[in-house]
């Protein structure tokens, strides 16, 4: 059974740190890439950041450039997204997804669409 546990959220003021971690199980990372989400209060669901299925290419949202970094410990299977210098902005559920966009493919999508997993979100409060 595919699952996907994330975890690392919390409550930080601006300017802080976070680091998310996603933990997938029940699939082989080497056929998925990995997504973050986020969804802030009565908005849609936008993507953040990509990890591709080979680990070599990432992709991120304008609005996080620069200051997200996504990471993926192979041996641990374990994906990471660091989030410094955050803003009040940032503040959402943040989610990690799992799609099937090729075997140890160099494709990376920031579109919901393209993943099939979610994991149940945690929350990240950005406030002073």
């Known amino acids: 059974q595919l699952q996907l546990v994330e975890s690392g959220g919390g409550l930080v003021q601006p300017g802080g740190s976070l680091r998310l971690s996603c933990a997938p199980s029940?699939?082989?990372?080497?056929?998925?890439?990995i997504g973050w989400f986020r969804q802030a209060p009565g908005k849609e669901r936008e993507g953040v950041s990509c990890?591709?299925?080979?680990?070599?290419?990432?992709r991120y949202a304008d609005a996080v450039k620069g200051r997200f970094t996504i990471s993926r410990d192979n041996a641990k299977k374990t994906i990471y997204l660091q989030m410094n210098n955050l803003k009040t902005e940032d503040t959402a559920v943040y989610y990690c997804a799992a799609g099937r966009l090729g075997y140890y493919s160099s494709a990376t999508s920031l579109i919901r669409e393209s993943y099939g997993y979610w994991g149940q979100g945690t929350q990240v409060t950005v406030s002073s």
């Open positions: 029940g699939f082989t990372l080497d056929y998925y890439a």
């Open positions: 990890i591709s299925s080979s680990g070599g290419s990432t």
